[in-house]
């Protein structure tokens, strides 16, 4: 793969031995070097420009959501210096920030792909955890509230009783391209724009390898028939909390019979056709596939470089 994938490239030292070293946490929240990412509703502070980057600000500038209990998670070290993400939702009119040098509240979706690698990869994580926090201040298990532990990594029952721990999820989805000979199996859902082409995806369920989960979405959604299957790549997706593992499928049969409740149109594609699609991926022009920033763009782009 050429191009580094969208959300694919934090490379924070996650450092999971320190999140529950409260002397090593208090300094880093005091110590002016302290990068701390403010999140709105989900939303990251963003400096927008020629290149756009997060607007890390000092503990300083946060230092009331600090000391008020918002939700505040340990993304990582990096170059030495420790990064956090921090809830500021309590902010009533996101427009005017708290300091008139703080940035814009953007969606991660929208800007992701203008940030550099690192950054988009720092959002996901951001955007998944506090996400996660956000639906699950409950214990699932007695209904009691709970308490962020580990920098952010665990909730625990706030009942001593019950002490349940509840950890984030991260979700698989298998996102697939299907092929036969030189053609490949490409869809689009009811919900997408008319003749945005993807590879088909499902979500993996519990007790499925990951290539039976291929096999049973592709033969739920188009009746083809699977055999191999092979891992290609993965990509963290923070909707809210997805991982879309990437594999090419080996179709057994051709004939599609569709489910018109996940898929409004899928047909097989010969290499020159969806090299097409590729160029067109940016423009309103249909056939057209997903955007470079999505898996399976990246997968069907590999799909036609095969030799
Ligand atoms: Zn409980």
Known sequence: MTTPLVFTGNCFDRASHLRNDANWLAEQKQDPKSRFLPMHRLKALIQLGESSQIDWRPSDEVQEY???????????????????????????????????????????????????????????????MLSWHENHRFCSVCGAPSVLKDSGYARKCSQEA??????????????????????????????????????????????????????????????VIVGNVRYHSSQPWPYPSSLMIGCFAEALSEEITLDPVELAHADWFTKDQVRDMLAKSLTRDTPRMSPPLAIAHQLAKAWTEEK
């Open 66 to 128: 600090l000391d008020d209990g918002s939700t505040l998670i340990f993304l990582g070290n990096h170059d030495g210096i420790a990064h956090f993400a921090i809830d500021v939702s309590t902010i009533e009119n996101p427009k005017a920030p708290p300091s008139s040098n703080w940035g814009k509240f953007i969606d991660v979706r929208s800007i992701s792909a203008q940030l550099n690698s690192h950054e988009a990869g720092a959002l996901a994580q951001a955007r998944s």
């Open 162 to 223: 019950c002490g349940g721990m509840h950890f984030p999820r991260t979700d698989p989805v298998a996102i697939m391209m299907v092929t036969r000979g030189d053609r490949c199996l490409l869809g689009y859902g009811p919900h997408f724009p008319k003749e945005q082409y993807s590879a088909l995806a499902g979500f993996i369920e519990p007790g499925e390898t990951i290539e039976q989960g291929v096999r049973r979405e592709i033969l739920e959604e188009t009746g």
